[in-house]
């Protein structure tokens, strides 16, 4: 059971930092197509992350999601490991949360302190919590980088037809 929890807490703390990091890790490891989706968002995330146009994690507004993912993937990893422990799901969203409100002050002090741009030090938590994450979940990096690609080819294949059609809609027009 320590080992299931250690998962569960693990994969909380990941959607502290990213909120879709922990279920797409999860998903991924499972093998569930739904996986997929969470993936892609996890890189949308990412690239979102860098930007500076999403407000801190430790807002409200996007503390709550993060603390609900924390709450759902330690549940479902602890079920997954044959685990029924009522306090997996409150103590996920804990452990989400608390990593949500501490990780921006770590990032700007570490921009602040040492000089290292934002982004600079986003791309190094995203790398160190995709190394964490895919270790708790048995995945090697080569599997998360397959399962990246294999999330963007899809998202290619269902966007290219819409594509297909506004050019032809457009050329039709002219």
């Not at 452990?95 to 002050?105: E, F, K, S």
């Not at 690609?149 to 966007?159: K, P």
Request: hydrophobic content about 50%.
């Amino acid at each position: 059971m320590n080992a299931s929890f250690e998962k569960a807490m693990k994969l909380a703390a990941l959607s502290g930092l990213k909120v879709t990091f922990g279920p797409a890790l999860l998903l991924t490891a499972q093998r569930r197509p739904e996986g997929r989706h969470w993936v892609a968002a996890a890189m949308a995330e990412m690239i979102l992350d860098k930007t500076g146009i999403l407000p801190s994690r430790a807002r409200l507004p996007l503390l709550i999601p993060r603390a609900m993912s924390g709450a759902w993937v330690a549940r479902e990893s602890m079920r997954a490991d044959g685990v029924e422990d009522p306090w997996a799901g409150p103590m996920g969203a804990v452990v989400a949360a608390g990593v949500a409100t501490i990780a921006p002050m770590l990032r700007i002090s570490g921009t602040k302190v040492l000089g290292i741009p934002d982004a600079v030090l986003g791309a190094a938590e995203d790398y160190m919590a995709l190394q964490v994450g895919a270790e708790a979940v048995g995945l090697s990096m080569c599997e998360v980088k397959e399962a990246a690609m294999q999330s963007v080819e899809d998202l290619r294949e269902q966007v290219a037809p819409a594509l297909q059609s506004l050019q032809s809609a457009g050329a039709g027009s002219m």
